[in-house]
T-cell receptor, first 112, second 112 residues
Framework: DVKVTQSSRYLVKRTGEKVFLECVQDMDHENMFWYRQDPGLGLRLIYF???????EKGDIPEGYSVSREKKERFSLILESASTNQTSMYLC???????????FGPGTRLLVL | LAKTTQPISMDSYEGQEVNITCSHNNIATNDYITWYQQFPSQGPRFIIQGYKTKVTNEVASLFIPADRKSSTLSLPRVSLSDTAVYYC?????????????FGTGTRLLVSP
């Protein structure tokens, strides 16, 4: 079974803090994604990566950055957290040549 | 950008068949149609995928008419545990992951 893990299920941070969300997958997938999910808005793509050190912007990259130094790990960084970044963050991975994404359990971030 | 439209919510009773229709009028020739299921506090998980006609697996069936402008997810004899949000998305990974738009999904509530 594919396993995608996220470093925290719940996180509380203060406005202006730098926040790191970590995602690790154990199936050697080339592609990894970060989404945020908000009530009434569904899942929105923030960033994705199709290889180590490669990244592409999704629909809502503003206020976020990412890092992919190793194939199995994809990090989402909030340089200076703001209250409008309070959300559920979901990481996913996808093997090359396939269309099915595998999701982690999510991190619920609250920015005060 | 292939956009999808689904009902916001649906109600059903245990043992009934549930059909959730998704509209995707501007689906492209190379796009696949994929459905995901999401339970509260979990990431989405893959249910079924198709390109045309009918696809069936142990969980659901997917009906796609010849023009491919819509698709219907069919859940036979639902149980309480099928209460979840169901997402339809269309996309072709070869033209960019930005096309894998999840949308807001359909919230299915199954009652006793």
């Amino acid at each position: 079974d594919v396993k995608v893990t996220q470093s925290s299920r719940y996180l509380v941070k203060r406005t202006g803090e730098k926040v790191f969300l970590e995602c690790v997958q154990d199936m050697d997938h080339e592609n990894m994604f970060w989404y945020r999910q908000d009530p009434g808005l569904g899942l929105r793509l923030i960033y994705f990566s199709y290889d180590v050190k490669m990244k592409e912007k999704g629909d809502i990259p503003e206020g976020y950055s990412v890092s992919r130094e190793k194939k199995e790990r994809f990090s989402l960084i909030l340089e200076s957290a703001s209250t409008n970044q309070t959300s559920m963050y979901l990481c996913a991975s996808l093997p090359s040549g396939k269309e099915t994404q595998y999701f982690g359990p999510g991190t619920r971030l609250l920015v005060l | 950008l292939a956009k999808t439209t689904q009902p916001i919510s649906m109600d059903s009773y245990e043992g009934q068949e549930v059909n959730i229709t998704c509209s995707h009028n501007n689906i492209a020739t190379n796009d696949y149609i994929t459905w995901y299921q999401q339970f509260p506090s979990q990431g989405p998980r893959f249910i079924i995928q198709g390109y045309k006609t009918k696809v069936t697996n142990e969980v659901a069936s997917l009906f796609i008419p010849a023009d491919r402008k819509s698709s219907t997810l069919s859940l036979p004899r639902v149980s309480l545990s099928d209460t979840a949000v169901y997402y339809c998305l269309v996309g072709d990974r070869n033209t960019g992951f930005q096309k894998l738009v999840f949308g807001t999904g359909t919230r299915l509530l199954v009652s006793p």
